[in-house]
């Protein structure tokens, strides 16, 4: 079984608390139409939840085949550095079709963002070393398509339905 090479960490974007008997870790796609899927479901998932999951989403940019998913990852990071990770990556999932700079800039003022700062720091790929490092520890841990998910470090490997995943993560937390 493929386990998570680098563990959820300070450096990630979580939701839920650290201590929670269930860490589910996402690689994930901004412009990948299964990862727009699963983010319905994982919504879902931390609504069932609540403080039995951690949820971790990283980076992993699929560039051959989508090719404004790394600038809309380093958007997220942007955001992040505002303290608006969550706001922008639902921004960026719920307008899936419009990734283009100009819809980016168009999510930042939706969500309250320093809008210059965020521009400038778009313009110059401030984050574009953060992205990288996400998408290396996917790759790391065997990660070769998006969305990828690692159930408290295990690599899920089952159907991509609420239902699967809900009951993959029940049992871990009956294990925990």
């Known amino acids: 079984m493929t386990q998570l090479i680098l563990p959820v960490s300070r450096r990630d974007h979580i939701k839920g608390p650290r201590s929670a008997p269930v860490t589910v870790v996402e690689y994930g796609d901004y412009e990948c139409p299964y ?6 479901f994982v919504k879902d998932l931390e609504q069932s939840l609540g403080d039995l999951l951690c949820f971790a989403f990283r ?14 990852a380093e958007a997220a990071e942007a955001a992040a550095s505002q303290g608006k990770f969550w706001e922008m990556h ?14 980016l800039v168009q999510c930042a003022v939706g969500i309250g963002l ?8 778009m313009t110059a790929h401030r984050y574009a070393d953060r992205v990288r490092e996400d998408f290396l520890s996917g790759v790391r841990s065997g990660v070769n398509g998006t969305p990828a998910f690692f159930i408290n470090g295990a690599r899920y490997q ?7 995943l809900l009951s993959a993560i029940e049992g871990m937390a009956d294990e925990a």
Do not use: K, W
């Open 35 to 40: 990862c727009g899927l699963a983010y319905s």
């Open 59 to 72: 980076n992993f940019p699929f560039v051959t085949v989508h090719p404004h998913c790394e600038h809309a």
């Open 90 to 103: 639902d921004c960026l999932f719920e307008h899936q079709q419009a990734l283009h700079d100009r819809d």
């Open 114 to 121: 320093d809008v210059p700062m965020f521009i400038r720091e």
């Open 158 to 164: 089952g159907s991509l339905n609420l239902r699967s």
